[in-house]
Structures are given as C-alpha cells and as structure tokens.
C-alpha cells in the first residue's frame, strides 16, 4: 500500500502562490482598516494573493492646519502642533519652537535644553514602544506584546501628565525654552522609570525577536535599498534600517545633542525585521542619553528673559528648522512678513514621504504582508493628512 | 556651502539659464536660489550630481502663494510750483508678487551640508501655472508635489501622477490660496448652529428659494 508513502499534511512551502488567472481582484483596504492606524485607504489590486498595484488614499483626517496657522499668532499655532503625531506632540512642539527659534535668532536657556532632550527622548521610547507593539498586534501576536508595550507606555505618560498636565496633548515648549519647570520629585520618578525600562526590553527581546514566527513574516519582507531610500527622502528609522547613516541629531546637533555619548544603529537589509530592530536598538541608545542628560540637569532659568512669547513678531524673513522626531525628519518650514501670525506656516510630515515608496514595498507580496509593511513604517494620520 | 560659488558654476555649466540669489534677511541666514523654469530641470539635475556638493537628499518641497500686491510709499520730490522750487510729496506704487512659487530645500547627505533652497516661480497665478516637475530627480517630491498641485494650483510637468492629494477628486479651487473663500453651500449637512443655518437659508434664497 502506498497510502502512507505521499505525506499528506506536509505544508506547502509556498501556499500562496496560485495565481488568479489574470483576473485582478480591486480590494480597498481601509479607511476602517484597523491595521491601518487611523483612516487611512489603500486601493489594492490583486492576482490571487498577489499585489500588482497599490495606490494609497489619502485626506480623510486633513482639516488644512497650514491654513489655520496662517490666521494664528507665533503662540497659538503651537497647541495645534500636537494634533499633529498625537504619539509624541513634545517632539512637535520641539520642531516647530526650533523653527521659530531659528527664524527669529532666539537662544535657549541650557536647563530648557536639557529639559527638552529628556523629554524628547521620553517621547522617542514611548513611541517606539508603542510601535512594536502595535507591530505585533498586526502580526497576529493579539493583546499580549501591546499591552506589555502599553503598560511601559503608561508610565511614561504618567510622567507626562503630571509635568504639564496632559499625557498626550503636552503643549509643553515655547520658543525660549519650556512652558514650565519640573515638578519636585519628578526627577526621580523619571529615573526610577529609565532604570526600570531595560528590563522591559530584555524581557520583549527574550520573547520576540528569535520567535520562528516573527523571523519568517518579517524577514526578507518589504525591503527598501539604500539608493531608494535616500532618493525618496525616507527619514528616521525607516532610512537607517536601510543603511542610511542619517540621524539629525548626529548630522544638525541641534539642541545640545553634542554633549551626549550615544549610537546610531544601523540596518543593512532593509526589511521589516531590521526596522522592527532599529526601533529596539534605538530605545536603548535613548535610555543612555536619558540617564546623562537627567545626571547633568543644570539650574537655571526654563525661559529665555529676552523673548516675549505673547505678541511676538519676528522680522520678515524666512527659516527652514528640523528635528529628528521618532518618525523621522520632522521639519517646519516659516515665512514671517513682520506681522504677527505666519505669512506661510509649512509642516514636513516624516509619515506621509516615508508612504512614498509603500507601493514599491508591497509589489508582489501577499495582501498579508502589506499590513505589516504599513505597520513597519510606523505612520500617524494627524501627520500624513494635516 | 558657498551658494556664489554653486550659482556661478551651474552658470557656467548650463548655457542661458538665469539664477538669482534671493536674500534672507532673517537670522536664520538661509538664502535661497532662483532658477527660472526653462532651466530649473537641468539645474536640479546637475545639483543632485554636482561633484564637490553632490545635494542627493531633497527634504522638503511646497507651495507659496504671492498674489499682486500694491505698495504705495511716499517720496518728496523737489518739483517747480509756478516757477518755485518746492519740496513736493509724491506716491510712489510699487507692484510686487502675482505668482505662485515652489520651493525645495536640500540638503546633502554625504557632505552633510545644507539647506540649499531652490524656488521656482509662474508666471502668473491663473492661466500659466506650470513648472518642471523635479519628481523624475528626487522621488521625494513625488507626494509632495501632488499637494502643492492640490492645494495650490500649479501644474508640474513631467509629474507620473499628479493627481490631487488631500482634497477629494471633485473639489474645484485651491484651498491653500491666499484669496480662497470657503464655499457656502458645504458638502456636509448644516448642523443647527445660527450662523451655519443663516448661511443656508442664504445660500438657498440665491438659488430661488427651492
């Protein structure tokens, strides 16, 4: 008998890759997707399981925020800075307060600068964490790697609310400096939170990045070339998985990121494992400049005396600032005329250039594989669609 | 990065094309360079492999809108008044914008140098609204051109798919334009506040009270 010879349950290695007969199949995925982080639509096309054309939608969340800014003052365009990335809206204000700064020669006192880094770089782990988990969740990890990430992501928040009162709307920088000073004892809540977040890392590395699962979705998967990712102006994570040697806080120093000792990890493959790496490489690169900069906190004054925030009019002229948001390359771009709101109040969103090369990303994958491709690039649709 | 040096050799370089540096009076100190649009292709393209400088990363490109302004200032002139010399105050108007301008900062990767600001200008902010799409150079611009399209109005050349980016495929203007009025009859429904309501009623007596 020659029943039993022909294994009946072996896996077909490659199960999916019957085509469809040449009949494209029209799929528009979102804007309810839930794994699309928001409303976000992609219109796919498909041979079978296979994406032959993919052309993202865009403009469901779009309230035109450049215009609302140019009938604004310098000073209340900043809260509308942080419905931009609604994760990290420190970052935002960071940007745009930089841009201001630049364009009206404004310096910043060295405790604001210190203040700004430690909780830019509260803002970075909290969004990174966020985002492997979130990555997880699209891979079909349900609940438990995102509410571990969540959990971590608390705390951090935690430490948010009570320095400037919200956890996710901060509101907290102004051109000059900070909004307000630390709380007493905030310092050492923060510690005891950095101090407590290797822990989480070792314990999400010991459980995911060897899994056989993870390695077999991610690896090989998405990839992005080096040359491509710098000719579509991919920022941030997503271009240093690639290979692109680029963090603003190497390349501009902007802030006092001189002064601190850390790394830039790097990819060399530029799939989804790699930027699913980088994203836990850079946590931990921020943990170390976290524990100097909360070592060497000066005293001082959190505001420049000089700058009158309220009725503030920068001579006419025009400024281009950046900052290495945990997105990437997030950058405003101004153009004062000498009255008192912006003449031409520009946001450059990391998460809307980074979705240029999506398509490329996703061509002849598997509909399955587009989720965490998307999930990988890490976008929020406050900044895609503005 | 010496933008004199840059902009006397893509002079030298590409025979008839006209560059002008425009000054940034602010502290920020970053001038920009004006390309005309014939020639702005060949300059973009020269910029992305120029040797010493090679700008290979093009950050951030949008939109500007200067619609014509008139400036009217106040000059004495020294005039004869019935055979008199007298100091006479004259206005004098001057006309400036009445373009829409694109605007691309780049920056250098391996150099870590920039930003250069590249601008382009129309001709004007009506019929002749068109521009050298710099997509095929950087496909950075590719997203962000679209929505210059789609929020300001100009049309890029050479552009794979310009198409509109934020507004929806229907809508008609161009939102972002300093003389935009929003329309009164909105897509959505009228919620009950006064003044949308009164804006209906309005909008409907114009139409015949249907």
């Not at chain 1, 002849?364 to 890490?378: E, F, K, P, R, T």
């Not at chain 2, 050349?157 to 495929?169: A, F």
Request: charged share 25%.
């Amino acid at each position: 008998m020659s029943l039993l010879t022909e294994s009946t349950f072996a896996l077909n290695s490659n199960p999916s890759n019957d085509r469809g007969d040449g009949q494209l199949l029209e799929v528009s995925m979102g804007p309810q997707h839930p794994s699309t982080h928001g409303v976000f639509r992609m219109d796919v096309s498909l041979d079978g399981e296979h994406v032959v054309k993919l052309k993202p939608v865009f403009g469901y969340l779009h309230r035109n925020h450049e215009k609302i800014a140019e009938n604004e003052s310098y000073l209340g365009c900043m809260p509308y800075t942080d419905r931009l990335d609604y994760i990290c809206s420190i970052t935002n204000n960071w940007s745009y307060a930089l841009a201001v700064e630049t364009l009206a020669g404004i310096k910043v006192p060295e405790r604001a600068e210190y203040l700004r880094v430690i909780t830019g770089e509260l803002t970075r782990l909290q969004n990174h964490a966020c985002l492997v988990g979130f990555l997880m969740q699209d891979m079909g990890a349900s609940g438990t790697p995102l509410m571990y990430a969540f959990r971590e992501r608390e705390k951090i928040l935690d430490l948010f609310e009570s320095l400037t009162g919200a956890r996710m709307m901060c509101n907290y920088m102004r051109f000059g400096g900070c909004r307000v000073d630390l709380p007493a004892g905030w310092l050492q809540q923060a510690q005891k939170v950095t101090d407590a977040f290797p822990k989480f890392l070792d314990e999400f590395e010991n459980m995911l990045v060897s899994n056989e699962i993870l390695m077999a979705r991610t690896q090989g998967v998405g990839v992005v070339s080096k040359e491509l990712a710098i000719n579509a102006g991919i920022s941030g994570p997503m271009a240093r998985a690639s290979g692109v040697n680029y963090d603003l806080r190497k390349v501009d120093k902007y802030g006092i990121y001189d002064r601190f000792d850390f790394r830039v990890p790097l990819g060399d493959v530029g799939d989804v494992y790699d930027r699913y790496m980088i994203r836990l490489l850079e946590m931990r690169e921020s943990l170390k400049i976290l524990r100097q900069a909360m070592r060497d906190l000066p005293e001082g004054p959190i505001m420049d005396p000089g700058t009158k925030i309220r009725n503030f009019r920068p001579k006419a002229g025009e400024a281009y600032g950046r900052i290495e948001s945990p997105k990437g390359e997030l950058g405003f771009y101004l153009i004062s005329d000498g009255s008192g709101n912006p003449y031409r109040f520009r946001v450059r969103p990391p998460s809307l250039i980074n979705l240029t090369v999506l398509e490329d990303m996703c061509l002849g994958l598997n509909v399955a594989d587009i989720v965490i491709i998307l999930g990988s690039v890490d976008i929020v649709l406050g900044e895609v669609d503005r | 990065m010496n933008l004199e040096a840059i902009k006397s050799d893509l002079e030298a370089s590409i025979p008839g094309c006209q560059l002008e540096i425009i000054p940034n009076p602010s502290p920020s100190a970053q001038h920009s360079l004006l390309v005309d649009a014939p020639h702005a292709f060949a300059v973009a393209s020269l910029l992305r492999s120029y040797a010493a400088l090679p700008f290979d990363y093009c950050s951030n490109v949008t939109g500007i809108d200067w619609p014509l302004k008139e400036t009217s200032t106040k000059v004495k002139v020294k005039k004869l008044v019935d055979g008199v010399e007298k100091d006479v105050d004259e206005v004098v108007k001057t006309i400036s914008g009445g373009y829409l301008e694109a605007v691309y900062h780049l920056y250098s990767m391996e150099q870590r140098e920039g930003p250069l600001v590249l601008r382009m200008r129309t001709e004007d902010r009506a019929a002749r609204v068109h521009l050298p799409s710099l997509t095929p150079i950087w496909r950075a611009a590719e997203f962000q051109e679209r929505e210059i399209f789609d929020l300001y109005g100009i049309l890029f050349d050479g552009h794979p798919d310009l198409r509109r980016l934020l507004m929806w495929d229907d809508f008609v203007d161009h939102p972002m334009r300093r003389d935009y009025v929003d329309p009164d009859d909105y897509e959505y429904e009228p919620t009950a506040h006064d003044e949308v309501l009164a804006r209906a009623r309005q909008h409907l007596s114009t139409e015949g009270g249907q």
